[in-house]
C-alpha cells in the first residue's frame, strides 16, 4: 500500500495519504489501475466495475484524478444534490489541451460557456423552468411525423439491398436531423456539422494525443462560428418553431436569464445532446436486440412491448455511461470522505446494472418493470430535458424496422469499435443484413399503413404484455370453465403471490382474472372463468371463443389483494367463481401451516368450481355453505366475536362483501380485506375540485395540479416520471414521498394508519388537501 501510495501520489494524487489512512494509500490496486480509455471498461463498462460495486463502491482513481462512483443508490444520490456535487465539471474537457490546440480554439474565439447541463443554482433553474415547455408531451407530439417520415424514407433508401450499415445509412443522420428540426436549425450542412460533433465528443470526453489535439481543436472552432452564424440568421426571424427560437424570443422578457453567451453556446451544445446521445442509444439498442434475437421476434410480433423495450435497452446499454460532478465542500458519499473540489465520475452504467436495485441486471428483460428507473439520463434538477424526444425517436427506429424488416439479423463475426471516451457509448458501426426477397411489404404492402400511437414519456407497466396461449380448458361446472394458460413460446412464467390476477386481452376489451393454479409452477397459469349472463362480452368471448391452442395477450400477474404475512390466523370467504383468489391463499396458508378456517358459499354443489379439490385439500378446515341445502353462510353469527389475531380475505358477489363489511364494523380497523379489481378512483370530478401546487424537492420545481388533472397528470405533463400501473388507486406503483402538505388520500392501497402518517401519496387519484404538497421528486 506505501508504494502504491508514493506511486498515486507521483501521478498528483490530491488526497492527504496519511491523514486519511494510518496504514499508508488508501487506493486500492483496483482503483489505481482503473483506466476508462482502454482495457475493460472500453469494452463492457458496467462489468469491468463489478468488483468496485462490491468492494470499494466510492473511489479515488488516480491515472484520472476523480472519484468514481458506481453504486445505485450512491449515484442517484449525487444526481439528486445538484448544490454539494455541481454540475460546472460536466463538459470539462477530461483531457486538459496543449498550448498550440487552445491557441487554435483561441483563434476561433472560442469562449464556450455553460448552458443548462453545466449550470449552477440558482441560475439553471430559472433557465430551464422558463425553456421546458418545448420538451413537455403535448409540443412533442408535433414531432412525431416528422421522425416517422425520416425513418421510413431511410429505410426506403436501403430496403432492398440485403445489407446496410445502419449507423451510417440511418442512425446516426436521421437524429441529426430530428435534433435540427427541433432547435430550429435549417437543414443544411449536416456532413459538416456530423464531422463538428465528433470533434466535441473527443474534445470533452476523449484523450486525443497531442497531434490529434490541434486538428480537433481546428474542428471545435469551425463549429463554434458556425453556430454563431446560424444564431445570428436565426434573430433575423426568430418567428420559427424551434427551440433555439423560442428562447429568442423569450430573451428580452428576461436578458438575465437567457443572455447571448448561453445561446451561442447552447446552439453547439444542443446539437451534441440531441444528437448523438439519440443516435448511439438507439444503435446499442439494435444491436442488443438482434444479439437477442429472440426478444427481438417478441417485439416483432407485440409492437405493445416496444416503449418498455426501449428503457431497458437505455438501462443494460445507454448512450451516456457516466457523468461528472464537482463537490463543492467537504462531504461524504457512503463512509467515504470527498474532499472540496474532489471530481466526480458517476458511471450510470454500472448504477443501472447494480443488483442491489436491479434483479438479474445482466439479463436483458424486456418486461423488467423498473427498467424505466435507470439513470441513463440522470435524475433531479438537471435530468434530461429531451428523454421523452430520444424515447420517441428510439421507439419509432425500433417500430419501424421490426416491421419492415424483421428478418433482420447481425452480419456475423463483425467487430464493433468505441470511440475511446469516458461517456459517450455506442459502436461506429453495425452491419446488418436481410434477404429482401422476405421482404413482408412485398407480399403485404399493407402493414406500411400500420398506424401505430405513440405514448410520449415513461412507458406504463400496463404496456408490458405476453403473448399466452391457451394449453388446456377444463370444464368445471355448467357455467364454469378452467383454463390453464402457457406463455406461447414455453418461457417460463413470473412468480406470483396468492390474491394476484393477470389481465387479458379478449377481443377489444380487458378483463381481470384471478390465478388460481400453482404458484410455484412457472411453466403455466390457472384462472377459471364464469359464464356470466350480465356479461359484456369478456366472459362470453371466454366461454364461445377461446380454444385450445388460442393466443391472447396478457399484462401481468399484478397483486392488488395480498395476504398479510404477519396475521397469526387468517378466515377465507369465497362466493361462487369468488373462490379463485382465495383458494390460491387457503393453498398458502396450509402450506405455511398458518391457522386459517375456510368458508365456501354456492348456489348448489354443481354450480361450485373446484369443489372436489377444495374439500380434499382444505376438508378438516373448510365449511361449506350451499343454499339449495339450506346451509346458507350466517355471516352476523360467523363474525359476531371480533378477534384481533385474525384477519379476513373474502371475494365474491357484492351482496357478501357488504354484508361482511357490515358484521366487522366492530372489528380491528382494517381487518377485512376485499378484491378490487376496478374502481372509479382515477376519475375526477372537476366542479368539485380545486386547483393546487406541488414542490418537487429534488427536481426543484413547482407543478400546478388543475382541478380536472391527476397529480400524476400534472406531473408527466412536467416531464417527470413517475411509474404507474392501474391508474386507478388500486395497485401502488404509482406512490411518491411526500415531505409536507396534507394529503387528500383517495387510493384504496394505504391502510388507515398508513394514511395518518401522511408521508406517502398516490399520484393516480390522491390529492391535496390545500394549496400545496411538498413531494419527494
Ligand atoms: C441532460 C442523457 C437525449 C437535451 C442530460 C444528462 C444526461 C442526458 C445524462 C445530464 C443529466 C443530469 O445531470 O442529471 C441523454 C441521453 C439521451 C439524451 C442518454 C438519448 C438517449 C437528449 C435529447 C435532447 C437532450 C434528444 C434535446 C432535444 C438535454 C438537455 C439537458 C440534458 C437540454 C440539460 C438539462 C439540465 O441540465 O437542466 N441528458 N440525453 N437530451 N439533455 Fe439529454
Ligand atoms: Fe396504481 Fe396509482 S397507478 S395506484
Redesign the pocket.
Known sequence: ATDQGKGAKATGCPVDHSRLSPTGCPVSANAAAFDPFTGPYQQDPPSSLRWSRDEEPVFYSPKLGYWVVTRYEDVKAV?RDNITFS?AN?LEKITPFGDEANAVLAKYDYAMDRT??N?DEPA?MPR?RALMEP?TPPALAHHEPMVRRLVREHVDRFINNGRAELVDEMLYEVPLTV?LH?LGVPEEDHETLRRYSVAHTLNTWGRPAPEEQVAIAENVGKFWQYAGKILDKMREDPSGPG?MQYGIRLQPEMPDIITDSYLHSMMMA?IV??HE??AL?ATNAIKLLLEHRTLWEEICDDPNLIPNTVEEC?RFS???IA?RRVATKDTKIGDVEIPKGGKLLIV?TSANHDERFFDNPDELDIRRENASDHL????????????N??RME?QIFLEELTTRLPHLELVPDQEFTYLPNTSFRGPQQLWVQWDPAKNPERTNPEILDRKLKIKIGQPSKRSITRTMTVRDIARETDDIVRITLADVHGRPLPKWSPGSHVDLELGDLSRQYSLCGDPDDRSAYQIAVLKDPESRGGSRFVHENLRVGSTLQMRGPRNHFKLDPDAPRYLFVAGGIGITPILAMADHARREGKEYEFHYCGSSRGAMAMLDRVVRDHGDRLVLHVSDEGTRLDVASLLAEPREDTKVYACGPQRLLDALADATTHWPEESLRVEHFSSDLGELDPEKEHAFDLKLADSGITVRVAPDQTVLAALRAANIDVPSDCEEGLCGTCEVGVVSGEIDHRDMVLTKSERALNNKLMTCCSRACGDTLTLEL
Not at 441513463?376 to 428523454?387: E, N, P, W
Open positions: 444526481f454540475p460536466a443548462l447541463v449550470e439553471h430551464r420538451f435534433a427541433f427551440w444542443g445532446a440531441a446521445t439519440t442509444a437505455l445507454g448512450s451516456i457523468w450510470n441513463s439520463f440522470g435524475y433531479g434538477a438537471h435530468q434530461c430535458m429531451g428523454k424526444l430520444a428510439i
